[in-house]
């Protein structure tokens, strides 16, 4: 797709980089079957194709309506699109660029500002998201159910059942290792170290299992994917040259991984490297760290080797996060897991599609979001498991609004299954 850049606009090397991904684009529209949006609202300018057009306008005119704001904030950044585009067109960076210069470009309603800035001051602090997550807890039980089931519980997973306890155990057999001659580095998350400190300590368990020790950087900063998405880049850029000065040093130390339990972490921690890569300070460090990163299921499918499993009696239904399958292309690997602790997964339709978690697309697109857990859940729910499990703290607690069943992290199962 040909784009005449704004002369304002020319001198930007991320527009550069736009009108790279823009002339991969052919316009053959094949990515709009996928999108969520465009599947529930019709509208081409809903769809991938659609915002991709909405932007090569932005890179022409250096102007932007509010009105074409909405459609780039409807997009859910789930990557659908780019899992199926033959062309490879790297959407996400677009539609990262894209609304990047569109938020400076377009006066937003004062109460989406103010709400928006509250978001980035609260959510990527674990110590201010405790802060407010206590008191909830505290009063969850008089709290509108409604509102109730938004709160994960304090010590137990987000759901409103226990998972059934009966779980027959396999025998763990690592190689054999001297204990503790391996480390990795954990990333603790920020919502995810204040909802669900279970999955962590999950699986530092099984890492122990190995030989592996778990190690975590002092007061770890957030990845910054929650400003990166809500296109305050400079802030965003800010947490992440905090979180690779806190983790280099045990780089240096000869850590082996370093591994997120949250997808949607791990999938930024990965794009570091790029995103840094004119950074003459940040440059090769990012670029090392990304190499080291790996979601938590390239780790265990290394460790845990295929066997003879004892048949689990649970019934699950695997939800695969987005920033999983179409942000790090990681498909398959989590299902092969479970398959080996000896689960067999109950078939799920339209898995590729996104649960409308997606960051804080809940919390700001809620309309959409609800239509897409509705969906999501009914396709969850649909064979009576009685666990469903995922790999994003998003997606697991925003499923958990909507189900009675317990919502884990997988993780957490291949504990009990391996290590209770
Ligand atoms: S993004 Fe890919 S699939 Fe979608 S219109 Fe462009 S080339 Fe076709
Ligand atoms: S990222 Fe998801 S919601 Fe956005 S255009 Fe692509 S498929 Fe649609």
Redo the contacts with the bound molecule.
Sequence with gaps: MQTIIHKALAPLSEVAEAEEILR?????????ATCPTYQLLGDELDS??GR?YLIKILLEKNQFSRRSLQHLDRCLTCRA?ET????G?E?GKLLDIGRNLAERRVNRFIGGRIFRWLLTRVVPFPGRFKLLLIPAQIFKPLLPAVLARRIPGRSTPPGHKKVPEEFPQQSLEPQPKEHYQRSMLLLTGCVQSAATPNTNRALERLLDAFGIRAVYAADAACCGALDYHLSQHQTARKHMRRLIDQCWPLVGDGVEAIISTASGCGVQVKEYGDLFKDDPDYAVKATKISALTRDVSEVLIREIQAGPAKPQSIRVAYHPPCSLQHGQKVTGVVETLLERAGISLLPVKETHLCCGSAGTYSILQPKLAGELLDRKVSNLEVDQPEAIVTGNIGCQLHIATKTDLPVLHWVELLERIYLD
């Design positions: 991969s684009c052919v316009h053959c529209g094949l990515c709009s991938p194709r991709i699109c199926v585009c033959p062309s067109v959407y």
